[in-house]
């Protein structure tokens, strides 16, 4: 660990091939994605935090995803958007280490968040005469404790294994940093991170599973009741989409090193785009979705916009 008070400076080579059209280009992009992701998730959590009727348990969960969610983009675009702005893709291992903290946080959050809030609606529709005593405020602030705690001890012992090493190599091949940026910096392989590797795989499986699980039982459930098929509609499908959007996205980001490896025929830019979808795209899909779909937070915002347009009139 006593490379990390040396101070490094880094060198991001995502975009060495890019000219400076391409740069503005995408910065045109990106900047306008960046907020309108915040404004969408900020508008979340500001509607279920001062609507008294919105403070149950499932949308106290909501409101921590979108928590999350900003805490993921806030990690990646403010240093991303600086790349495409100047030409020497900079960073020092300090801001790198701070950056793959917050995006391991994030990246393990959103399963731990899609997973407390399967919970949440197994328990719904298959126990409903038992969910309020099961999903008390003591339940609900543990579950929260978890989708925190959990991520953040993930990441931090991320970093410490992939900092073990003394530092070889100073050419980060992506447009952030992560656990797995970092360990490529090493002068040598450490079976310490294949062991943390399979700690994480092994526990994202697990929680992917016990998602899968507890949706087969609420298909099941919902065979039976009129009444839990429309919960399940209304309330289990946007979770659902957006738990899938999620594992699509996690996906092509942990294939995409691979194919890099072994295709000569994929651009860099395909690679590059794989690469960042899992910290782009579920943060702005998630507030459509749940807007959309859930009709307590449709409502709010319809009502919203319809008074903002009285009052520009």
Not at 148 to 154: G, H, L, Q, S, T
Not at 259 to 282: E, N
Request: net charge neutral.
């Amino acid at each position: 660990m006593e490379n990390i008070s040396t101070s490094h400076i880094l060198t991001v080579t995502a975009l060495n091939d890019w000219d400076w059209t391409s740069r503005i280009l995408f910065f045109s992009f990106a900047l306008p994605g960046y907020l309108i992701t915040i404004v969408m998730n900020a508008t979340l959590i500001l509607i279920i935090a001062f609507e008294k009727a919105l403070h149950e348990p499932m949308y106290i969960f909501l409101c921590n995803l979108c928590v999350n969610d900003l805490c993921g983009i806030t990690g990646f675009y403010p240093k991303a958007l600086v790349y495409l702005l100047t030409e020497t893709n900079r960073i020092s291992l300090e801001e790198c280490i701070v950056q793959g903290l917050v995006i391991v946080i994030y990246a393990v959050g959103e399963f731990s968040n899609l997973s407390v809030m399967a919970i949440d609606r197994y328990l719904a529709i298959c126990r409903p005469l038992h969910y309020h005593s099961i999903m008390s405020p003591f339940t609900v602030l543990c579950l929260l404790s978890f989708n925190w705690v959990f991520p953040f001890i993930a990441s931090l012992v991320a970093i410490v294994v992939a900092m073990k090493n003394p530092i070889c190599k100073y050419d980060i091949d992506k447009l952030f940093c992560e656990n797995l940026s970092l360990v490529n910096l090493g002068c040598k392989p450490d079976i310490s991170y294949g062991i943390f590797n399979g700690w994480m795989y092994g526990s994202v499986i697990i929680l992917i599973g016990f998602v899968l699980i507890s949706y087969f039982k609420i298909i099941l459930a919902c065979r039976k009741s009129k009444v839990s098929r429309e919960k399940f509609y209304s309330t289990c499908m946007p979770h659902l989409i957006i738990f899938l959007n999620y594992i699509g996205c996690s996906f092509f980001d942990s294939s995409q090193t691979e194919l890099r490896a072994k295709s000569q025929y994929v651009s860099h830019f395909v690679h590059m785009f794989l690469s960042v979808i899992f910290l782009t795209l579920p943060p702005i899909v998630n507030p459509v979705i749940y807007g959309i779909k859930l009709s307590p937070i449709r409502a709010k915002i319809l009502y919203i916009f319809h008074h903002l347009s009285i009052s520009t009139l």
